[in-house]
């Protein structure tokens, strides 16, 4: 990325910018209460297909303009949809839709979200697709495709049970009920409940504990959470995997240094 830190870029109605090893990407599409319009999805897609490839890059935050995360999927596009069921065709632009932007969050990079305001479906999808959330107390947050006839999409089934488990997930997306940061907080769907107007700052400070971790022992940590919680065998697995590749590691022989020497680490990933 050639982005100066401070500096901002406009790129298809989502703006990123850096301090230092930490982006943040901000969904601007206000007119649609950052709704995920093609062009944003575009714009998150593409910048986040770069980031986590790009070694300068620690942490990423993404947060909405306005006070408001995201809406969810663009409601008004909805209704040009015309002519008979294409279901062939409509399974591939599910897995085109948000679907795409949670692969790509769980990527190797550490990735949080600063809530205000509304995280509505698909936006919902994305506010918990992450791996730390922060929320204003009275930011809102719902599973609202039941309400539009849809079933949840953008990985929701998975992503709500993991963080509140599946008896409150299957509550919430099959009433479709709206919670507050607050219950959020209380259901374990969010780490951190702040005030409004304080989630970046918030988010800011957990992106820079996360960025401090040494990168490689965290992505293969992270993708062990992701794939292999479900079974005590498969949590062995993935030990048996990666322990070796991070044992042989730059950044552990550089913690041991560090540690026996009584200085900071400087980790680079490797």
């Known amino acids: 990325m050639s982005e100066n830190a401070g500096a901002a870029k406009d790129i298809n109605e989502?703006?990123?910018?850096?301090?230092?090893?930490?982006a943040i990407l901000t969904i601007h599409n206000?007119?649609?209460?950052n709704a995920l319009s093609p062009n944003v999805r575009l714009g998150l897609n593409g910048n986040l297909t770069e980031l986590m490839a790009d070694k300068s890059c620690r942490a990423i935050v993404i947060t909405g303009a306005g006070g408001t995360f995201c809406a969810g999927a663009d409601v008004a596009g909805m209704k040009k949809r015309e002519g008979t069921v294409d279901f062939l065709g409509r399974?591939?632009?599910?897995?085109?839709?948000?679907?795409k932007t949670v692969r790509i969050l769980v990527g190797p990079k550490p990735v949080v979200m600063a809530v205000e305001g509304a995280a509505f479906g698909a936006g919902f999808s994305l506010a918990i697709g992450g791996d730390?959330?922060?929320?204003?107390?009275?930011?809102?947050?719902?599973?609202?495709?039941?309400?539009?006839?849809?079933?949840?999409?953008g990985g929701l089934y998975y992503l709500l049970a993991a963080r509140c488990g599946?008896?409150?997930?299957r509550e919430l997306l099959l009433s479709g009920r709206v919670i507050n940061g607050i219950e959020?907080?209380?259901y374990g769907v969010v780490h951190e409940v702040v005030a409004p107007g304080k989630t970046?700052?918030?988010?800011?400070?957990?992106?820079?504990?996360?960025?401090?971790?040494?990168?490689?022992a965290f992505a293969l940590t992270k993708s062990a959470m992701i794939n292999s919680y479900h079974t005590l065998e498969a949590c062995f697995r993935a030990e048996q995997d990666y322990q070796p590749v991070v044992g042989l590691s730059?950044?552990?022989?550089?913690?041991?240094?560090?540690?026996l020497e009584k200085r900071k680490p400087n980790f680079i990933g490797e």
């Open 132 to 153: 730390y959330t922060v929320a204003a107390d009275n930011a809102r947050m719902c599973g609202a495709q039941i309400l539009r006839g849809l079933c949840p999409d």
């Open 91 to 99: 399974r591939a632009s599910v897995y085109e839709g948000t679907s």
């Open 200 to 216: 970046l700052e918030a988010a800011m400070l957990a992106a820079e504990r996360f960025a401090a971790v040494p990168p490689l």
């Open 166 to 169: 599946p008896g409150r997930a």
């Open 30 to 33: 206000l007119g649609r209460r």
């Open 14 to 22: 989502t703006q990123l910018r850096r301090e230092g090893s930490i």
């Open 250 to 259: 730059k950044d552990h022989k550089e913690s041991v240094a560090a540690f």
């Open 184 to 186: 959020a907080e209380k």
